[in-house]
């Protein structure tokens, strides 16, 4: 009853937050998610030692901030030759100054240090972004971006409730053995119906197709970067990637599905309607 108890105040301050931060305006958006970003950027790191890796977190944090500040300030339009100049240079500075740590896998090291980056820190980035997908001046809208997230914990929702209901046949049984393929069709339809239900009330740029799109995105990629996830906590030995959130685990477990989800959602918005 307390770990129930624990979970639902946990979830719906995380729902909270996040539909807060989207909501009120495109700085406080940029601030929390550069937040956000870098908490789960510790928590891939800190958990990467456990399989006798060492990133080299003080550049690795310096290169998320810098690619972190790429996105933002484009955002809204104010000059980054400056940030994406210092991102490339931490990128290959990094190489360099693995030569001086003398630690075994040294090109395992560099590779985690800016994976961390990729997978995290630019999908996250690329919200400030989908606010805004026509790239406007002093445009924001909000409601498209609070909607990808509103579809990824309906799609959450639903493939755990019916995959514990009817769930008997595995969908990815070697990365994750409780998945089923009712639970995935359980999380696409829900999605699907949501998406509906957002078109008819949401005032947005896109069309009835655009949010069947959309839905299909969270629901197909959205599993693989839950598969994802589940890969990187398997091959690290952990359950939770972190306890941040109480019952929940850490930013990892929250974030698993949008961390791939959010750039090909970003590259469908990019290319319709531009």
């Known amino acids: 009853m307390k770990n129930i108890t ?17 909501i009120i305006n495109p700085i406080v958006l940029a601030i929390f998610f550069g937040v956000i970003s870098i908490i789960a950027l510790y928590e891939f ?25 790429f996105f933002a300030l484009k955002a809204f339009q104010i000059e980054t030759k400056y940030s994406i100049t210092i991102s490339l240079f931490l990128c290959f500075a990094i190489f360099i100054m693995e030569l001086f740590r003398k630690k075994e896998n040294p090109f395992t090291n560099i590779a985690y240090t800016i994976l961390g980056v990729v997978y ?13 997908p026509q790239f406007l001046p002093n445009n924001f809208i909000p409601i498209i971006l609070l909607s990808v997230f509103i579809l990824a914990w309906c799609n959450d929702t639903f493939a755990y409730l019916v995959g514990i209901k009817f769930g008997k046949r595995r969908l990815f049984e070697r990365i994750s053995p409780k998945k089923s393929w009712e639970g995935f069709f359980g999380g696409v339809v829900a999605v699907q119906i949501a998406s509906i239900i957002l078109f008819k009330l949401t005032n947005s740029p896109l069309e009835f197709f ?8 969270i629901c197909i990629i959205g599993t ?26 850490g930013i990892l477990d929250r974030f698993d599905i949008l961390f791939i989800t959010l750039p090909f959602i970003f590259i469908y918005l990019f290319l319709r309607l531009n």
């Open 210 to 217: 655009d949010w069947m799109i959309i839905g299909a995105i």
């Open 120 to 132: 995290i820190i630019i999908p996250l980035g690329l919200t400030n972004f989908i606010v805004n």
């Open 45 to 69: 790191y800190n958990n990467s030692k456990l399989s006798q890796i060492s990133p080299l977190k003080p550049m690795g944090y310096l290169l998320a901030i810098s690619t972190y500040s």
């Open 6 to 22: 624990q979970r639902t105040i946990t979830g719906a301050v995380y729902v909270l937050a996040v539909i807060f931060a989207i």
């Open 224 to 249: 693989f970067g839950d598969l994802v996830e589940s890969m990187f906590k398997r091959q690290m030995g952990v359950k939770d990637s972190g306890k941040i959130l109480p019952g929940h685990g």
